[in-house]
């Protein structure tokens, strides 16, 4: 049996949440006021999955860098795969919010999306 301590962040509450596993199967949750704050510990010690936000260069923008994100969660596990793929990325202006400036990064079946606009110079 293992026992791990949390502190929920799908609130401001920041509720102190204690989860026991055995058998790598979540066992019992306490500390949460809500039932978000459950799913969110089940979430955390089986499988985190995060959402990565980052930049990428803009080539003949207003801007050198656009800022971008995954465009939902991906195992955490791959957090360094797909900042390592974003180093050398490159994409040319105009781009707009939403556009996919890398599909499928690190094989994860997520894209990497804009989050603003980067007009031509």
Known sequence: METRELNCIVCPMGCPITVTIENNEVT??????????????????ISPIRTVTSTVKVSGGEWPTVSCKT???????????????????????PVKIGDVLIANIADTGVDIVATSNVEVL
């Open 28 to 45: 019992s949750v306490t500390g949460n006021t809500c039932p978000r704050g459950e799913e969110y510990a089940k979430q955390e010690v």
């Open 71 to 93: 465009k939902s969660e991906i195992p955490k596990g791959k957090i360094f795969e797909i900042m390592d793929s974003l180093k050398g990325v490159s994409v040319q202006a």
